[in-house]
């Protein structure tokens, strides 16, 4: 009788069949788990290596980008026609987007360069593409709108001034269009600068001699607000006009003074505006003088002068009290206060602490 036929034989037969196709099924599972694993590497190394490859490509692209806006500042260039090179560079179409990226050593982008330049067309072209790119600062703390405005400063010659309207106008549409709240606070410090300007030009009138108009209507203003602000847009430019004419009014007053060397009166003046010198410090006259640059001119002039003159001389002196008092209010703004005030004469302290023995501990150097 065969062994498979008894019953012992069956169960014996059973457990071997068993065990055969337990290792064999375990042999398949092992090398099929191993082929994952090979494969799983592979696919790892190859995506490694194909992530090194598009790094090098994007800063090869970056490499090539930063040598053009070298070249940008020397010679015209196609901003719309670089964007395309980098697509033929990397074969990504990441033009428009690695621009904001592009920096010189001091933080320019192409969009300060452009308004530098004043290429109106190259300016158009970002407000379309990247126009948040006019809010960011360099390391001088300028931004591209802001250069723009500089150029609108009633000193500025008119050509200048015609095309940086030009510029501004397209740039503040463009922040109002597609430039999202996160930049609230730098549209706003924007708005106050226009808003500045617009009383400036206003006060000036006809004593603009070169009969340049800065025209700026309340409607683009608004584009330099939140959504939030829009709802209230009449209270909150009434304010701005407000704070802007009582700068301008001050600042007027405050240049009459220096330019007539009236001591007494800014003494006076100087005292009783502390609060808010520091917004008039810098304000310019229709020369683009501040009033720090007026007390300079005029004891400049004094000194080159002082061996006919005589320090005994009253115009040297009254010279001599502006340029002081306004150097130590410039001073004190900068929190500045102890030992380094300058000293002109007993009448016109600044500071409690000043005693002519201060002046032997200044260093000049």
């Not at 498979?4 to 037969?13: A, D, F, H, I, W």
């Not at 090098?56 to 964007?83: F, G, H, M, R, W």
Request: hydrophobic share 40%; glycine share 4%.
């Amino acid at each position: 009788m065969s062994i498979v036929n008894t019953m012992q034989g069956k169960k014996l037969y059973c457990v071997a069949l068993f065990m055969a196709l337990n290792y064999f099924s375990s042999s398949t599972c092992m090398n099929n788990a191993l082929s994952r694993v090979n494969s799983d590497a592979s696919a790892l190394a190859i995506d490694a290596r194909y992530s090194l490859a598009i790094v090098a490509l994007k800063q090869s692209c970056v490499s090539y980008l930063t040598k053009c806006l070298e070249d940008y500042k020397k010679q015209p260039i196609v901003l719309n026609d670089l964007a395309g090179k980098t697509a033929e560079i990397t074969g990504l179409m990441i033009g428009r987007g690695v621009l904001q990226s592009i920096k010189d050593d001091r933080d320019n982008g192409f969009a300060h360069v452009a308004v530098t330049k004043q290429d109106r067309v190259a300016v158009k072209w970002l407000c379309k593409n990247q126009s948040f790119l006019f809010l960011k600062n360099n390391k001088d703390n300028q931004s591209p709108l802001g250069i723009c405005l500089d150029q609108l400063e009633p000193n500025q010659l008119i050509d200048r001034k015609k095309n940086a309207l030009v510029m501004m106008s397209c740039v503040v549409k463009s922040l109002g269009k597609h430039v999202k709240d996160v930049y609230d606070i730098e549209k706003n410090n924007h708005l106050r600068k226009i808003i500045d300007l617009k009383v400036m030009y206003s006060c000036l009138g006809d004593c603009c001699s070169d009969g340049f108009k800065f025209v700026c209507d309340d409607e683009l203003l608004c584009c330099l607000m939140s959504q939030t602000q829009r709802c209230n847009a009449r209270q909150i430019l009434d304010t701005f006009y407000k704070e802007a004419a009582d700068k301008i009014d001050s600042a007027l007053v405050l240049h009459k003074f220096v330019e007539e060397q009236k001591v007494e009166e800014l003494f006076d003046f100087l005292g009783k505006n502390s609060a808010m010198f520091k917004s008039l410090a810098l304000q310019k006259n229709s020369k683009g003088m501040a009033p720090v640059d007026i007390a300079q001119d005029y004891y400049s002039s004094c000194l080159n002068n002082i061996e006919s003159i005589g320090f005994a001389d009253e115009n040297f002196k009254k010279a001599r009290c502006c340029l002081f008092m306004l150097l130590n209010y410039m001073r004190l703004n900068n929190g500045k206060k102890k030992g380094v005030s300058l000293f002109c004469c007993d009448k016109h302290l600044v500071f409690e602490s000043d005693e002519r023995s201060s002046v032997s501990s200044y260093d000049f150097y």
